[in-house]
């Protein structure tokens, strides 16, 4: 079992639709990256978050260091945000070793 | 050119071959990274360069032997690799926050080097 796990693995909605994909972690952590990757292999950082919730335009992060789990929401969905969004998470304070979640490709059709 | 840039972004190599990927941070950055990225798994931390120096080197095989000469440029020489070293090559950099490593640093990604060992 990864200890960074990513849900749903692939996922097809409709233009406009709300969206969801959650990242669950097994382990202590200091924080935690949403990232996107477009085809062709380049990697954006969209959040690092460690508590709370963060907002950026259609998209927002949440983390519940409790129950060890965020969620990458995105509203009102278009084409454009077809991509694989791939959640990490950094174990110590300071430290620098990512851990990778799978990713979860996300198709949006017109 | 500003971020992250990694050159060539395809390269196809035989298993006797020696090549090189180039990794440039026009960031002013003091970290450098390697990963990897093969089909349907996710991403492995490779090697991390600190101020030049290599800090962490993930259990990766002698035939990736990573260069570091100053901050700003980051190497992976290839050697004799297998058709299963198939995979895209991410360069990163980031800004640590003083020796203490205080703090949690993001990582700006370069496009990746997708390699192809025949």
Same mark, same amino acid.
């Given at each position: 079992?990864?200890?960074?796990?990513?849900?749903?693995?692939?996922?097809?909605?409709?233009?406009?639709?709300?969206?969801?994909?959650?990242?669950?972690?097994?382990?202590?952590?200091?924080?935690?990256?949403?990232?996107?990757?477009?085809?062709?292999?380049?990697?954006?950082?969209?959040?690092?978050?460690?508590?709370?919730?963060?907002?950026?335009?259609?998209?927002?992060?949440?983390?519940?260091?409790?129950?060890?789990?965020?969620?990458?929401?995105?509203?009102?969905?278009?084409?454009?945000?077809?991509?694989?969004?791939?959640?990490?998470?950094?174990?110590?304070?300071?430290?620098?070793?990512?851990?990778?979640?799978?990713?979860?490709?996300?198709?949006?059709?017109? | 050119? /500003?971020?992250?840039?990694?050159? #060539?972004?395809?390269?196809?190599?035989?298993?006797? &071959?020696?090549?090189? !990927?180039?990794?440039?941070?026009?960031?002013?950055?003091?970290?450098?990274?390697?990963?990897?990225?093969?089909?349907?798994?996710?991403?492995?931390?490779?090697?991390?360069?600190?101020?030049?120096?290599? /800090?962490?080197?993930?259990?990766? #095989?002698?035939?990736?032997?990573?260069?570091?000469? &100053?901050?700003?440029? !980051?190497?992976?020489?290839?050697?004799?690799?297998?058709?299963?070293?198939?995979?895209?090559?991410?360069?990163?950099?980031?800004?640590?926050?003083?020796?203490?490593?205080?703090?949690?640093?993001?990582?700006?990604?370069?496009?990746?080097?997708?390699?192809?060992?025949?």
């Amino acid at each position: 079992k990864n200890e960074v796990e990513q849900s749903p693995q692939n996922l097809t909605a409709q233009e406009g639709e709300f969206i969801t994909i959650n990242c669950s972690y097994s382990v202590g952590i200091s924080a935690l990256h949403w990232l996107q990757q477009h085809p062709g292999g380049g990697i954006v950082s969209l959040f690092m978050l460690s508590s709370g919730k963060k907002k950026h335009g259609r998209l927002i992060a949440t983390i519940n260091i409790q129950e060890k789990h965020s969620s990458l929401h995105i509203t009102a969905s278009h084409p454009r945000d077809s991509a694989v969004y791939i959640c990490a998470v950094i174990s110590g304070e300071g430290a620098q070793k990512l851990v990778f979640g799978q990713g979860t490709r996300l198709t949006i059709n017109p | 050119e /500003t971020g992250v840039t990694q050159t #060539p972004r395809h390269l196809v190599m035989g298993m006797t &071959n020696k090549k090189s !990927l180039k990794c440039e941070q026009h960031l002013g950055h003091n970290a450098m990274y390697w990963y990897k990225q093969s089909a349907k798994k996710p991403l492995e931390l490779m090697f991390v360069y600190n101020f030049k120096e290599q /800090t962490e080197n993930n259990s990766v #095989p002698s035939r990736f032997s990573p260069e570091c000469p &100053n901050s700003s440029h !980051l190497f992976l020489h290839l050697h004799t690799l297998q058709p299963e070293d198939s995979a895209l090559y991410l360069c990163a950099s980031s800004q640590r926050s003083g020796t203490s490593g205080r703090g949690t640093d993001t990582q700006y990604f370069g496009p990746g080097t997708r390699l192809t060992v025949l």
